[in-house]
């Protein structure tokens, strides 16, 4: 069985289904119109370690990334997804045809002798035999290698072997494209590229991506799943998890001396804490987010100071990502 | 874009042309025509100079051997290449039949084909055609040299018994893809498919099923230009090394099938 057949069964442990899904180019995807990917219960287990009665939702369109650390289970999930691993128990069920699904492992590999075009070339005619051959070009355009389409993958950068992955999967127009880790092996320009292309995907085609690269996840995924010992601890919008986990305190740079206004801060009955963060900087922690969105402009301009930028602290992915796991595991003990 | 580059690109790709630039766009197919077309060319040379060697050697000591027949020098080059050549095949078709060795061609292959029989079955077989192409070529070399340095061969039987060789290596090669289903890495399916050729004759020893077994028709092609055996003999052989290759390769695909990666 391959992993296509192996997604097209339902005689596994654990039912594996899909709707009928239409064929050809897809059309424009509105986020919000019905899962694309569910699971229910989705466990594999190596013997204490894996992944636990994961119920995932994926909805249509949407960029949805998967965090979590090393041996979380996201390359465990994502390879259930892809049917490259089967699950002990659970359920996925998949509302587009199994043919509309691509997948880019973690480290794209090919045989060093093919050129970029014959890799391609050779996706294509596994995935839609019927398709043009101005596809492979357009795909390899996409990929930013039309200038390297006749060069062997021998001589690629581990980048560019990336992208080939990415031009391989993208070949057939799929509805739903699954990325694991991504932009692991670019410099800082390709990983820009990579993330760039991934987020002008939204609303076209549903793309899964794992990374440990939290600050990327926050770039381009409108929804988080977070992973911790095979249990999805989080899943939902993006924005809603860092705001969850958003604490009432600001960075607050000022052009000159911040003593006066820390000292004036210090004196409001809303100001938990104040503090020097770095030079030109104080950090404030209100006692709600309330009391700071009103206090704090007006504790500025009492004191006639020049405002360089306020803005919240730790209102990131990784601070709600380390919050979250960090509650769950103090939780558990 | 170049004429020529222009010109590959018109040819489309597929998991069969895949399997010929294997072959010919690494050293694979070179190595494997020039292994056997040596051993076909040396070894008559070799036997029929072996006694003047033999005295060469033996520093003036008076050996005396019959002179060799014709049927020597393709022998010769039939023992030579079932011990040098077996390998060579072998490692040959488990690069190929391998395709689980690394992660990210694994993915590749197993989240766009819909049957594992598309992966296994052009890489069998243009193994084993790769794999009787230099038998042949090998064979036709011992046949010429032989031809001029010790003299003519039966051509009827020289051709039966590059049916019977090419048949023992395509079985070879099928041997070696169920090897592939069992382990992962190339150096063991290599390692396993040998360990299996080399156990199995051990079978022949109990003489009611020798005529049988695949491994009888190692010595065919000897026994055919000597005269000593017709091609019917080794019929029963014929068969049932197809059967057996055709019984490793649907083995072979169940597992690799079943196997995850």
């Known amino acids: 069985m391959t992993a296509k057949d192996h997604l097209a069964s339902s005689q596994a442990p654990a039912a594996v289904t899909e709707g009928s899904g239409a064929a050809g180019s897809s059309p424009a995807l509105p986020p919000g119109s019905g899962p694309v990917v569910t ?47 089967r699950p002990d128990r659970g359920a996925i069920r998949m509302s587009i045809g199994r043919h509309k699904v691509a997948v880019c492992p973690d480290v794209s590999d090919f045989d060093d002798w093919l050129t970029a075009h014959e890799a391609v070339d050779l996706s294509r005619s596994l995935l839609a035999p019927g398709a043009g051959g101005g596809t492979v070009e357009a795909a390899l355009a996409a990929a930013g290698l039309a200038d390297s389409a006749d060069r062997r993958v021998g001589g690629f950068s581990r980048g560019m072997v990336q992208r080939l992955g990415l031009a391989c999967a993208l070949v057939d127009d799929p509805e ?77 740079r000022i052009a000159g001396e911040t003593a006066p206004i820390a000292a004036a801060a210090a004196c409001q009955p809303w100001a938990a804490r104040v503090e020097q963060a770095e030079p030109g900087a104080i950090r404030i922690e209100a006692t709600s987010m309330e009391a700071g969105e009103r206090g704090i402009p007006a504790v500025i301009a009492a004191c006639d100071a020049r405002l360089v930028s306020l803005e919240p602290a730790d209102a990131d992915l990784e601070s709600a990502f380390l919050a979250l796991t960090g509650a769950s595991s103090q939780g558990e003990k | 874009m170049t004429t020529a580059t222009a010109a590959a690109r018109t040819r489309r790709m597929n998991l069969w042309r895949l399997e010929w630039l294997r072959l010919t766009r690494t050293p694979r197919a070179i190595a494997v025509c020039a292994v056997f077309l040596f051993i076909g060319l040396i070894e008559p040379v070799a036997t029929r100079y072996e006694n003047d060697l033999i005295g060469h050697l033996s520093r003036g000591a008076q050996i005396s051997a019959p002179p ?194």
């Open chain 2, 68 to 261: 060799p027949t014709p049927a020597d020098g393709l022998n010769s080059y039939v023992t030579e290449i079932t011990t040098v050549g077996l390998i060579i095949v072998v490692t040959l078709a488990a690069a190929a039949l391998s395709f689980d060795t690394r992660h990210g061609i694994s993915t590749f292959l197993r989240t766009r084909v819909t049957s594992t029989w598309q992966l296994v079955v052009p890489r069998f077989a243009v193994s084993a055609a790769a794999a009787a192409a230099a038998y042949l070529l090998g064979t036709l070399a011992a046949w010429y040299e032989t031809q001029v340095l010790i003299g003519s061969l039966p051509a009827r039987g020289v051709l039966a018994g590059v049916l019977c060789g090419a048949t023992y290596l395509s079985f070879a090669v099928a041997v070696t893809a169920f090897a592939a289903s069992l382990v992962r890495s190339i150096v063991g399916t290599v390692a396993t498919a040998l360990a299996i050729l080399v156990v199995l004759p051990i079978a022949s020893t109990y003489h009611a099923i020798a005529r049988w077994l695949p491994s009888a028709l190692v010595n065919a092609p000897a026994d055919l230009v000597n005269g000593t055996q017709h091609l019917s003999h080794f019929v029963p052989s014929l068969a049932v090394s197809v059967a057996a290759s055709a019984a490793a390769l649907l083995i072979a695909v169940r597992r690799l099938a079943a196997r995850e990666t």
């Open chain 1, 39 to 85: 699971t229910s219960g989705l466990t594999r287990d190596y013997g204490g370690v894996g992944l636990f009665d994961v119920d995932l939702v994926v909805p249509r369109g949407s960029v949805y990334g998967l965090v979590g650390m090393n041996g979380a289970g996201k390359t465990t999930l994502l390879s259930l997804l892809s049917g490259l691993r």
């Open chain 1, 176 to 252: 739903l494209l699954i990325l694991d880790e991504p932009t692991s092996a670019l410099d800082p320009t390709g990983r820009a590229e990579m993330l760039a292309q991934v987020a002008a995907m939204r609303g076209r085609r549903t793309v899964i991506f794992s990374s440990h690269i939290l600050a990327d996840v926050q770039r381009i995924a409108d929804q988080v799943g977070i992973l911790r010992d095979g249990r999805l601890l989080y899943q939902g919008g993006t924005q809603d998890l860092i705001n969850m986990y958003l604490t009432p305190t600001w960075l607050v």
